[in-house]
């Protein structure tokens, strides 16, 4: 026999199980509401976390980078040495113009040097080459032989030195000494004289301490001073414009004349303006006491003085 409630509580039991599935589905979304705050919780958490790691760790980063690296760079390079530095590819070229220079083949030799300076400006070599070409230079000019820069002149019947001074237009003992005439009386009817026509320039560097003579605007050689009381640079000051003022010999606090029987036993001193840039020979090397200025040596000052002439620029630097 089969049980058939009544139609009132077929009513009831259906309202009852509409509640339970109503309490239900509130269970459900009370329960997914707490898993997905759980969820924001953790991925707020994971989101905290990876900026955190951000920032310390680039901050780590930066520091090991800033401060730790190189000091262990510098570890290292104390354990093992600095790194080899790499050849310098001009040596040969260097090795070639000093091969020139010792074959005494002068022209060519001062035509590759100077073809070095102009190539190779950040060589290592590049002070010894200007050494080379700078005594080069000096031989050239005073060897009197031809040479592509000098004029020649043939001595005639009645020339004198202070009438040749005047047809070369060249001073007197610049004319002697480029020709290794030391008495002027010696001149001799047919000889040839050789004279260059230079147009030099004096560059004092008070930073590097280095005396550079050039010659129509090319370089000509460089000295090293032995002594230094110039005026000492501050700052950087823009170059200053000077020129050669005299040129003196002395022998024991006396001026002597070239050509005359001191000479070869005198110092030199080349006075400059502005003042406290005069080059003189240190008198550790027999040359007079001087004030301020720049000693060179006895051999330089010797140069310096067949040279330079009154009136030469010069550049303080």
């Known amino acids: 026999m089969i049980f058939d409630p009544p139609h009132s509580d077929r009513r009831h039991i259906s309202n009852f199980e509409l509640a339970g599935l109503a309490s239900l589905r509130s269970l459900q979304r009370i329960s997914s509401f707490r898993r997905a705050a759980r969820g924001g919780v953790i991925l707020k958490t994971l989101v905290i976390l990876a900026l955190t790691a951000i920032v310390f760790g680039g901050g780590a980063y930066f520091t090991y980078r800033l401060f730790i690296e190189p000091t262990q760079i510098l570890k290292n390079e104390s354990a093992f040495g600095s790194p080899t530095p790499p050849p310098d590819m001009t040596i040969p070229e260097y090795e070639r113009c ?4 010792n074959d005494h083949q002068w022209q060519d030799a001062r035509a590759a040097y100077e073809h070095f300076l102009e190539t190779y400006p950040a060589s290592t070599k590049l002070d010894a080459a200007k050494d080379d070409l700078g005594e080069i230079n000096v031989i050239i000019y005073f060897s009197g032989g031809p040479a592509p820069d000098k004029d020649g002149y043939v ?4 020339d004198t030195l202070a009438r040749i001074e005047r047809k070369l237009k060249a001073p007197g003992d610049v004319i002697m000494r480029s020709n290794n005439i030391s008495d002027p009386r010696r001149l001799r009817v047919g000889d040839t004289l050789y004279v260059s026509h230079p147009d030099f320039t004096l560059v004092i560097d008070r930073k590097t301490q280095i005396v550079t003579l050039y010659n129509h605007a ?3 050689k460089q000295y090293h001073p032995t ?18 003022l005299e040129v003196a010999s002395f022998r024991n606090g006396q001026r002597v004349a070239f050509g ?6 005198s110092s030199h001193r080349v006075q400059i303006a502005p003042p406290g840039y005069t080059l003189y020979t240190d008198p550790a090397q027999g040359g007079e006491k001087a004030g301020a200025g720049i000693a060179l040596s006895a051999s330089d000052m010797d140069e310096l003085s067949a040279l330079l002439t009154k009136g030469v620029q010069v550049t303080i630097r």
């Not at 000093?98 to 220079?101: D, E, G, I, S, Y």
């Not at 002594?227 to 950087?236: C, D, I, Q, S, V």
């Open 218 to 220: 090319r370089f000509f």
């Open 98 to 101: 000093l091969q020139l220079k």
């Open 227 to 244: 002594g230094w009381t110039a005026p000492p640079l501050k700052g950087n000051p823009p170059p200053a414009a000077g020129k050669v």
């Open 155 to 158: 001595i005639k019947p009645g």
């Open 260 to 265: 005359s029987r001191d000479f070869d036993q």
